[in-house]
């Protein structure tokens, strides 16, 4: 579900870039998405949480050696997604 989370996050400030007609690099780094929001787009606080979650774009998503990943983790990521599609759905509806 990480993973998931991660990729909610990212699609969902792509959907804002798109929206925005923001040439972007492809990318599934957060902090390098992030950082290509035009400046007239509010950014809340826990945007500088978010890119905890561009590690589970690649390492979570294929089975393999990797670390447990903890339950407050977990919790973390479904939260920050969910506040994160919040955000872009406000700003898509407007």
């Not at 798109?18 to 390098?32: D, M, R």
């Not at 509010?42 to 589970?56: A, V």
Request: glycine share 2%; with cysteine; net charge neutral.
């Amino acid at each position: 579900m990480c993973y998931q989370a991660q990729q909610s996050v990212e699609k969902s400030i792509k959907a804002i870039l798109i929206q925005s007609k923001v040439n972007f690099k492809f990318t599934h780094n957060i902090k390098n998405l992030i950082a290509s929001l035009p400046q007239e787009i509010e950014k809340p606080n826990f945007f500088k949480d978010l890119p905890i979650l561009t590690d589970y774009a690649v390492s979570t998503r294929y089975p393999g050696d990797y670390e447990e990943i903890l339950l407050s983790e977990y919790k973390t990521a479904i939260f920050l997604a969910q506040q994160t599609f919040d955000w872009a759905e406000a700003i898509l509806k407007k």
